[in-house]
Every structure is written in structure tokens, then in C-alpha cells.
């Protein structure tokens, strides 16, 4: 099991350092450098597919929270 901290009262910066700390084991995942969270974001299926796990593109979300959420509610 992936343990992947959720974003609630996080900024999304805050979130995602956090993130490259959690998926440290699986591989190397970039810094968020900017705003552009869905860029950063796609490193992530490619880091915690394990097959089973269905990460959802975040291009298909406006809302870097909700996607957060629905990440974090796959691995659990």
C-alpha cells in the first residue's frame, strides 16, 4: 500500500513537497517549481502505477485539490 499524504489544509505547494517526500521509495518525482500543478502532476502515474491503481490524467481536472483527493482515496 502507497501512503500518500492528503492535501486537506495544505497549499499546493506544501502538498506536493510533501508528495516527492512520500513516493520517494518508487523513484525520483521533480519538485513543483511553479503553479502549473497538472505539468507536475503527470510525473505521478508513472511513479505509483502498479498495475491495479488507475491515476486519473490531471488534465482532466481544473482543481488541483480535487484530483489530489481522488488520488489519495485510489491508494488508500
Same mark, same amino acid.
Given at each position: 500500500?502507497?501512503?500518500? +499524504?492528503? /492535501? +486537506?489544509?495544505? +497549499?499546493?505547494?506544501?502538498?506536493?513537497?510533501?508528495?516527492?517526500?512520500?513516493?520517494?521509495? @518508487?523513484?525520483?518525482?521533480?519538485?513543483?517549481?511553479? +503553479? &502549473?500543478?497538472?505539468?507536475?502532476?503527470?510525473?505521478? /502515474?508513472? !511513479?505509483?502505477?502498479?498495475?491495479?491503481?488507475? !491515476?486519473? &490524467?490531471? @488534465?482532466?481536472?481544473?482543481?488541483?485539490?480535487?484530483?489530489?483527493?481522488?488520488?489519495?482515496?485510489?491508494?488508500?
Amino acid at each position: 500500500m502507497i501512503s500518500m +499524504t492528503r /492535501p +486537506t489544509g495544505m +497549499t499546493l505547494q506544501q502538498w506536493a513537497d510533501r508528495v516527492v517526500l512520500d513516493l520517494d521509495a @518508487y523513484g525520483p518525482l521533480q519538485k513543483l517549481k511553479d +503553479t &502549473n500543478w497538472q505539468r507536475w502532476a503527470v510525473q505521478l /502515474p508513472a !511513479i505509483i502505477s502498479l498495475g491495479y491503481i488507475a !491515476i486519473p &490524467n490531471p @488534465y482532466q481536472f481544473t482543481d488541483w485539490k480535487l484530483w489530489a483527493e481522488y488520488v489519495c482515496g485510489e491508494l488508500a
